[in-house]
Each structure stands twice: as C-alpha cells, then as structure tokens.
C-alpha cells in the first residue's frame, strides 16, 4: 500500500533557489510516485510583504510506494539526507475531496477516530486570471486557519507559476471539521465555508483537491518543536 510523506526543511538561499529552477526530486527515484517541491509562505501575511514567501523554507509533498521506498531515499540519496535532517512525518489516506492527477490516489477510505489527530493537505493549480478572486477569498481562511486553536501546525506553499498548496496538523477531525462547516467557537467562524461556496460558484483552479491524512510518525524539529504531533498524542 502506497504512504505518503510531508518534509520541512530551512536550507540557504543558494540551495533554495537551486531546487526552484532545478528540482532535485527526480522522476527515476525507486519507489517514488510523485512529489511536489514547494516553498513556504506565511499564511495570511500580505501579498506584497518580505513575509509572504519564505524562500529559504522548502516542504515537500510526496507519494511513495511503499515505506521502504522512503527509508532508503532518505539514506541513500544527496538530497533525501538533508531531508532526513529536518522535520517530516509519514502519512496514511484517509479520504479525498477534488482529484490531482499526478498522485495516485487510493480507492479505499479508511475511518479514523474523531479525537485523534488528522492532517489536511490542500494542492491546487491556478488558473491566472482568477488569482485576484482567490487572494480575496483565501487570505481570510488562511488566518482562520492559521490562528484556530486546535491547529498544531498550519503553513501554505507555494511552487510558482500555478501552484499552491496549505499543510495543517489539527487536534482531531472533528474540531477540523468544525472549522470547516463553520461551526467552531471563533470570530467570522464561515470564511472556509464562505469560501467554498465561491469557489462552487466559479472555480478559481484548473486541478484542486484536498487530501486528509492520519500522521503514523514523525521525525525531527521544526521551528524549534519537537514531537508536534506525538507531544498531543501523550497528553
């Protein structure tokens, strides 16, 4: 069965702006099926700040076929090392809403306990003209996002020119399933679902979907955190 992984790592300008142009996450990888490198933003800053885009934060997104696949590419090759030396955690499918063509996505959706910790991964295409509209209606549900209590971890991504993508790590489902109908005990608790609506109305994508996960491990620090998931597990 095929498993999914999130990274996060801070490297220098050089490196960062290397994997921009040239991808380091090759298409002949063993066990590899897709993976998206993507470049940190802050979620909810300004457009038009020194904040936004966070050049030398790097998150990939990735789909294997299995767990060796991912154990022996963060030990074998150049750039799998410098991710094992960051923060990542290993993924199981839950559910999919919207499709993306590149992951293959599994049919069966398995059920996870409503006060377990989940993940959400959103990862859509643009389409240019309407990157207005989505600025408008996204940055709102960024902040939601971003300043909801039950969220352990919540940045966005982005890999220029199309694509954008949000990564958050929640309590459990049901409190993100709460922000997401709009019933959580927040102000304006409606601009995910607000949101949606205008996108149901006319969408602002070519491709979008939005993947939720259950975390099986974890790995490393993160902005000076560690055991993000595990330390709510324990407590």
Do not use: C
């Not at 095929?2 to 002949?28: C, D, E, W």
């Not at 799998?80 to 590149?102: H, P, S, V």
């Not at 989505?134 to 352990?152: C, M, N, S, Y």
């Not at 890999?159 to 109908?181: A, G, N, Q, Y």
């Amino acid at each position: 069965m095929s498993i999914f992984t999130y990274h996060l790592i801070k490297t220098s300008y050089l490196s960062a702006f290397k994997g921009i142009i040239f991808n380091p996450l090759s298409k002949n990888i063993k066990g590899l099926i897709h993976a998206e490198y993507m470049t940190g933003m802050t979620l909810g800053s300004p457009v038009f700040s020194t904040k936004r885009v966070l050049v030398r934060q790097v998150a990939i997104f990735a789909q294997w076929e299995n767990e060796q696949a991912i154990e022996d590419f963060l030990a074998n090759d150049k750039f799998g090392k410098k991710l094992a030396k960051g923060w990542y955690t290993k993924l199981n499918f839950i559910r999919q809403w919207g499709k993306f063509e590149k992951f293959k996505i599994p049919d069966n959706k398995e059920y996870l306990p409503q006060d377990l910790p989940v993940v959400a991964v959103t990862i859509a295409r643009m389409k240019f003209l309407e990157i207005p509209r989505f600025i408008k209606w996204g940055r709102p549900v960024e902040k939601l996002v971003r300043d909801h209590p039950a969220t352990l971890l919540s940045l966005a991504t982005i890999r220029l020119p199309k694509t954008v993508s949000t990564f958050s790590i929640w309590e459990s489902e049901k409190k993100m399933r709460d922000m997401v109908h709009g019933h959580s005990s927040v102000p304006y608790p409606k601009r995910h679902f607000q949101a949606m609506e205008e996108r149901e109305r006319k969408n602002f994508h070519f491709e979008f979907t939005t993947l939720r996960f259950y975390p099986i491990s974890e790995f490393g620090e993160w902005e000076g955190k560690k055991n993000i998931i595990s330390n709510f597990i324990k407590s």
